[in-house]
């Protein structure tokens, strides 16, 4: 099974500035890694998938990066609403997410 | 608008069995492979079982195979999961998801969860 590992498990920001997210896997997915949001009480929300595409809908200020074993979540400029937990998730072999990143206003 | 609708959790015995559906609207069903995913109260999310759009094909995690079933019926827009031989580990939200239109692909639209409370 891929093992996918997410950094840090919490990131204090606050709200206009970039927040960096991180997810290795343990071995490579090629580009067949998502970025989901999930908010309290909510379903995950797709935002990246393919690395680097934004889904529907997403704001351009959600950016994806990385193939192989080395992926990167990167939002621009936070806005309220983009406080929430982000996983990574690898499609490459079976189905695996990481542990999660919650993100909190600092 | 692509909706998906779970319904049919409830609080089960342990070693009792249950079913649960997902309505789908919104697009085509019979396109999409289509996916169960679990979170235990308070924890990560784990793939659960997969359907291929046509149903011939299914696959399980290894924590669920041999007692959850999944299966569809695209002429009524319908993703099913049955769990047999349910255990206190299976307790989560289960949410349907839509994966793409072959097997390799991420899960864009999810439904609201339902939840599965296995206890005695």
């Known amino acids: 099974e891929i093992v996918m590992t997410q950094s840090p498990a919490t990131l204090s920001v606050s709200p206009g500035e970039r927040a960096t997210l991180s997810c290795r896997a343990s071995q490579s997915v090629n580009s067949n890694l998502a970025w989901y949001q999930q908010k309290p009480g909510q379903a995950p929300r797709l935002l990246i998938y393919g690395a680097s595409t934004r889904a529907t809908g997403i704001p351009a200020r959600f950016s994806g990066s990385g193939s192989g074993t080395e992926f990167t979540l990167t939002i621009s400029s936070l806005q309220s609403e983009d406080f929430a937990v982000y996983y990574c998730?690898?499609?490459?072999?079976?189905?695996?997410f990481g542990q999660g990143t919650k993100l909190e206003i600092k | 608008e692509v909706q998906l609708v779970e319904s049919g959790g409830v609080l089960v015995q342990p070693g009792g069995s249950l079913r649960l559906s997902c309505a789908a609207s919104?697009?085509?069903?019979?396109?999409?492979?289509m996916h169960w995913v679990r979170q235990a109260p308070g924890k990560g999310l784990v793939w659960v079982s997969r359907?291929?759009?046509?149903?011939?094909?299914?696959d399980y995690a290894d924590s669920v195979r041999g007692r959850f079933t999944i299966s569809r019926d695209n002429a009524k827009n319908t993703l099913n999961l049955q769990m047999n031989s349910l255990r206190a580990e299976d307790t989560a939200v289960y949410y349907c998801?839509?994966?793409?239109?072959?097997?390799?692909?991420?899960?864009?639209?999810w439904g609201q969860g339902t939840l599965v409370t296995v206890s005695s």
């Open positions: 919104g697009f085509t069903l019979s396109s999409y492979w």
């Open positions: 998730q690898q499609y490459n072999n079976w189905y695996t």
């Open positions: 998801s839509r994966g793409g239109g072959y097997s390799i692909s991420s899960l864009d639209y």
């Open positions: 359907i291929n759009s046509g149903g011939s094909s299914t």
